[in-house]
Structure formats: C-alpha cells, structure tokens
C-alpha cells in the first residue's frame, strides 16, 4: 500500500519534474524526498527517492564518487544478470520478454553513464583521445560544411520547425564526425531510433512492463533490438575496413571517432571490447547530438523574444566574420556570442537534472541518505538561485562581463571528473552553427505560437518551434513589435514579455 500511496509523486515527478521540484524546494528546502518508499524512479537498486539542489551540495555529489554513482542510462529498465537468468527459465511466457529481448538493454546507450571506480577512469581514459583539442577542432570544416547544407535549404517567408531542423543539423554533425563519411544514412536513421527510444523509455505506460504489442515497454523492446544490431553492423563493418587497409600497408587511423576508439589502447594493451564500444557508441551519438539540438533551438527562441540582444549578437557576428564561418580562431574573439550561449544554457540547461544513486549510507546537508537512495541534482534550480545569479529568471547575456561563477554554481556539462566529456565539441558547434545562422537569417515565432517544455533526461520545446525565416538584413525588433505574447509553460521557467 506504501508503493501504492507513491505512485501520484512519482507520476507528478515523472511528469513535471522542474516544476514538482520547485515546489519540493519552497517547502522543504534544498532537499526534500519524493517517495520514501520503494520508490525506484531510474535506477535498479533505488529505494527512495530526493531531490536536491545547491553549489555546497553540488560539490560534494559531483566529486565523491565512491558514495554517489551513476546508472545505466536506461534506469529501471535495465536488466541484471539475474533477471536475464529468470527470463530464460520463464522461456517468453505472455506479457514477459524472454533473455534474447532483455540483453540488447545490457549494451545501448550505456557507455560511462553505467561505469564507477576504476572501471570508469580506465575507460574515460580510452575514451579520451577522441575528445582532444586537437580532434575537435580538426571537426570544424565539417560543422561548416553541414550548417551551409542545411541553410542552403532555407528560404525567405517560409515556416519551418527550427527545433527539427537543430536535430538534423546535429544528427549529421554526429554522424559525420562519429562513423566517418561510411555511415551516410544509417547513421541518421539510427539518431532517429535513438530519439524515438528515449521518448518512448519516459511513457507512463512503461511501468506496467509488459511485452504485449502495442503496449510502449513492448515497442521499446523492439528499438533497443533495432539499434543493438545496427550499431553492432557498424561497428563490424569500420572494424573489417580499417583491417583491410592495414593489409594494404595503410596503418593510419581514422579521423572520425569511431576509429579512434577502435584503435584506444589502455597502457597495459587492453582496449574496449565490443559490448563496451556499442554503450559508448550510443551514449557519444545519442546524448551528444540531443543536448546540442536544445541548447540551438531553445537559444534562437530565447533571441526571437530579446531582439535587442539578436541584433546587438548579429552585430558582433558581421564586425569580425564579414559573413563567412567562424574560424577555430574566430571564436575566441566572439565574446557577446560566448556570453549568449553561455546564459541560454543557464536559463534553459539542455540537461536540467543529474541523477546518482548512493552507493553507502550517507549524510548529505545534515539529511541521511541510506544506500540505494537516488538524487536527483537540479541544475535547473541552481541556475535559477537569486543568491548566484540577479533576476535568475531572465536571458540577461550581458551578465557574464561581470559573473564569474564556481564550476558548481553554473553546471551545464556537470563538473569534476565525470564532466561531459563532449562539452567542448558541443560548444564549438554550437556557436559555429549561430554564428553562421544569424549572419543571413533571422527566426520570427508565429503570432499564435504556444511553447511548453518537455522533460525526457533532455530539457526539450515538447511540439517542436514553428517559425518563420526572415533574412539578416531586416533587424529584429519590427517583426516582433506589437505581437500577442507567447503562450505556453515555458513561461514558468523564463521571464519573457508582457
């Protein structure tokens, strides 16, 4: 009955967690306990479930990783040896998966969101190579490359989903950049199953776990499968092509990041074996692309509400670039455009909750925390703390000449040694793809636009960004003068206009 008594927070927390959390906060302060109770939300040991928020309690949840770890990314859903086992003996009986549909779980979309200790330091370390400075700045022709595709596309007066097109910009980026110019297609396709199982991993329905067409635990079944053997077709298909080469005398590696992980080796010899290649191929691919499409969109929203900021950024763009793509260089002399982003991914943070289980009975800010308690750290709430950042709730980009806040008072990418470890790749092509938008393109929201935000481990616009193309060379107030404010959610999470 206790569980029973759970289920409306955990339904309200899984619905709106930005908002339920907020109003955790007001009354109970910065921890507060959702269920109290076997109460598992993400991961497959969790007992209770608390929210919390703070740089103090930041600080100490982000470097003590032996008491606060991390979980697979699909949470409850994924499976354990032993309930493999179990599967196999039940032999598929109706309503239940067998083992053959449990264990793609076992390997996508895991990669260092499933790893602690040792294990994750020595596979971050093989990781690693992939995410140089120098690797990632080799990446930005490409970027170049695929924004002028994509705004080739775009013409004068016409509507187009901006949010849409943020994913396809970055899901080709991902590709290009991840499997090489071999992947083409496939690659799209599969960030698109990506997308569609991580949606379908949040549907309420998926409690029930049953492995009854069309139920979502059933289809979600069916995607993990799909891109469990995709990946796995990949993977074996660059593996084969580099050997062959290396026949040929040609031993140099790839530029794209699968190669190179192909090729990590740890210092005693050992390398990444396929099961660890496929998690860290779907965590790199899927996450990567997803939180760089919201931190886009949300930001060329955020400018079609705060004109003067779009034409004061629009001004510094055409100064310096004269129209062209930013060089590597170039950017560094953009600080108005570094100020910008830097403050959209504070108002709305692409990833705006980091979750951890406790690994020990703990004490956090004077609150116990058995072991198998998970916390959900907000990062949205920190961003929006008035002690850290005056009128938290507006997009004031020009704040940043003056803050300097710690790495746990602004945590977009997380902080410590489990930092995102693509965050400097997605900043770089971030600014690349605005800088080069906002020289020949302006966005104008529709006058009946209505907004409201989604919340699937991504903070994402729910039904996309309608908009309307306008060349560069109108400015940005005119259009926007005089229209009907926005309506939406959003609206509870950013100050915009009357």
């Not at 979980?71 to 040896?81: H, T």
């Not at 891109?227 to 794209?256: F, N, P, Q, S, Y």
């Not at 692309?289 to 400018?303: G, P, R, V, Y």
Request: charged residues 25%; proline residues 6%.
């Amino acid at each position: 009955m206790r569980w029973i008594g759970a289920l409306p927070r955990l339904y309200g927390f899984g619905r709106d967690p930005i908002g339920t959390a907020g109003r955790l906060f007001e009354r109970y302060g910065p921890i507060a306990s959702i269920v109290t109770g076997p109460g598992r939300i993400m991961s497959p040991g969790g007992r209770f479930v608390v929210v919390a928020k703070g740089p103090a309690i930041n600080r100490e949840i982000l470097t003590d990783h032996n008491r606060y770890g991390v979980y697979a990314l699909p949470g409850i859903f994924y499976p354990e040896d032993d309930v493999i086992e179990r599967a196999r003996e039940n032999g598929g009986r109706r309503g239940r998966p067998t083992a053959e549909r449990l264990i793609p779980i076992q390997r996508s979309l895991t990669g260092l969101f499933h790893v602690n200790g040792d294990e994750h330091r020595r596979q971050r370390r093989l990781i690693q190579p992939a995410f140089h400075k120098t690797r990632i700045e080799a990446y930005r022709d490409d970027m170049v490359a695929l924004t002028t595709r994509l705004l080739e596309q775009w013409r004068e007066g016409e509507q187009r989903d901006v949010y849409e097109d943020m994913t396809t910009l970055t899901l080709r980026i991902a590709t290009k950049t991840l499997f090489g110019a071999d992947a083409g297609e496939r690659g799209v396709v599969l960030a698109h199953m990506m997308q569609e199982w991580l949606v379908t991993m949040f549907s309420p329905a998926m409690m029930l776990r049953l492995d009854l067409k069309p139920l979502p635990y059933s289809r979600w079944l069916d995607l993990t499968r799909r891109i469990d053997d995709e990946t796995v077709a990949i993977l074996r298909e660059k593996r084969a092509r580099i050997a062959k080469a290396a026949e040929h005398g040609d031993d140099a590696v790839a530029a794209d990041m699968l190669s190179m992980l192909l090729a990590a080796r740890d210092e005693d010899g050992s390398a990444l074996d396929e099961d660890e290649l496929i998690g860290h191929v779907g965590a790199i691919f899927g996450a990567g692309h997803e939180t760089s499409t919201n931190a886009l969109a949300w930001t060329l929203f955020l400018l079609t509400e705060h004109p003067e900021v779009a034409n004061e950024l629009v001004s510094e763009l055409t100064t310096v670039l004269h129209g062209d793509a930013p060089s590597v260089e170039q950017l560094g002399k953009l600080p108005f455009l570094d100020a910008v982003v830097k403050e959209s991914m504070r108002v709305i943070p692409p990833v705006p909750f980091r979750p951890r289980v406790v690994a020990e009975d703990s004490e956090l800010a004077g609150h116990f925390l058995p072991k198998g308690t998970e916390v959900f750290l907000s990062i949205f709430h920190v961003h929006h703390d008035p002690a850290i950042f005056e009128h938290p709730d507006r997009f004031l980009p020009s704040r940043w000449a003056n803050v300097k806040p710690s790495a746990y008072e602004y945590v977009p990418f997380s902080a410590g040694s489990r930092m995102c470890i693509g965050a400097a790749f997605a900043m770089m092509e971030i600014k690349i793809a605005l800088a080069m938008l906002l020289q020949r393109f302006r966005v104008e929201r529709l006058p009946s636009a209505r907004v409201d935000r989604r919340v699937a481990i991504t903070l994402a616009p729910k039904n996309g960004l309608p908009m309307i193309i306008r060349r560069a060379d109108g400015g940005w107030a005119a259009a926007q003068r005089g229209m009907a404010p926005v309506r939406g959610n959003v609206r509870e999470i950013v100050e915009l206009r009357s």
